[in-house]
């Protein structure tokens, strides 16, 4: 039987099917004249399918996604995927190379969709990635970390009221899962305006590698293909279900010093639980920092120098892990008074 599957084009390349394909789509050239590309991998399986887009980088510190993309191609056979993988491990390479989350001009490539091809850096490159790659796909998974100097629990952020959406966001596995909606301009939001529903996987700190959520993320990527149809295999679930978060809140420094935190990312704390402690550099005027309310730790600085104001330690207080956070507190609690 003739494979009447047809070729998918991206730039100027058409990948046919079966065929894996790496390309570069120029963005720029820099003062020199040199040329600075978007590296691009395809997948085009030899079986219908859906098209997926992973995306790493897209603020240019955030490393780890730009390993989850490395690994994830590394267990993909083309021979057994349905469907076309279109892998984009750097999106934002200015700032990649300048080890910066943002371009050389300092604006925020997610605040820049959907872009413009006559508008600044920022908006040309958004409108490169957007029209090349996000409207080519059916569905995306967008590789994130938290912004310096915080570091975030594993969370995929979404909107958990598509069902589709939910399905892939419970699949992904990742500890937490966050009804979240997604800010102005982000590639989240234009996506979705596009009708391409997208997971955004948030973990681990900018400019380092954790082998945890590397892990996490690839397992939850795989686990996401084999959902969708584009693997007939994937990894066991974790253990665990997500726990689904419908609200979050930050706590925030009420005074400036050095911040000594006494919680760990993922833990389960009550009330006016104890937090951590500001403090000037000898001891005193001391500040107990406490829980405003029962919640999970879903992220925190990492810096102890902080200003008043600052966002210190970051809370899940309402999702259906709630009641099952407050046995857990309680018994904590019990444990600790006897």
Known sequence: ??????????????????????????????????????????????????????????????????????????????????????????????????????????????????????????????????????????????LHTAAPPRINLPQVRCDLRDEMTRGCAEAFGAPAMIQSTAPRGSLRREATRSKVPILLYEAGEPLRFNEEVIRIGVEGVLRVMARLGMLSRAPARPRHEPFEVTKTRWVRARQSGILRLSVELGEWVGKDRELGVIADPFGDTCLNLKAPSAGMVIGQTNNPLVHRGDGVVHLAVGGSWEEKGKDDIEAEEEEAER
């Not at 390349?13 to 590309?37: C, N, S």
């Not at 993309?69 to 999106?91: C, N, Q, S």
Request: charged share 25%; with cysteine; proline share 5%.
């Open 1 to 142: 039987m003739t494979n009447k599957r047809g070729s998918f084009r991206i730039g100027d390349m058409e990948v046919a099917p079966g065929q894996r394909l790496k390309l570069e789509l120029p963005v720029a050239k820099l003062y020199t004249h040199a040329v600075m590309g978007m590296p691009v991998e395809v997948l085009h399986g030899r079986r219908e399918g859906p098209t997926l887009f992973v995306s790493g980088a897209l603020h240019g510190d955030e490393i780890n996604g730009v390993e989850i993309i490395r690994r994830l191609l590394d267990r993909v056979r083309i021979d057994r995927i349905k469907g076309t993988l279109v892998a984009v491990p750097i999106v934002n390479i200015f700032g990649f190379v300048n080890q910066s989350r943002y371009l050389p001009d300092r604006r925020d490539l997610n605040r820049s969709f959907p872009g413009s091809a006559r508008g600044s850096l920022a908006s040309r490159l958004a409108y490169l990635f957007m029209n090349e790659v996000v409207k080519q796909c059916a569905f995306g998974i967008d």
